[in-house]
């Protein structure tokens, strides 16, 4: 079984470069304090690399 994180928004995504909006809108993110649980494949981690600034990550057990 693949590993779990839950990962949620703590920065708002006015200002950020529209790319980077729109990696937070395909991790499943909409608003402030939202948060979505993915997979956590190389796909995934690269795209909480490229937003790290904007999101906190768990894992979940």
């Not at 703590?10 to 304090?33: D, F, N, Y």
């Amino acid at each position: 079984m693949a590993q779990k994180i839950k990962i949620r928004l703590i920065r708002s995504t006015i200002g950020v470069l529209p790319k980077q909006a729109a990696t937070i809108r395909s991790l499943g993110l909409r608003k402030i304090g939202s948060s979505a649980e993915q997979e956590a494949n190389p796909a995934i981690m690269g795209m909480i690399k490229k937003v790290s600034h904007l999101v906190e990550v768990k894992e979940i057990n």
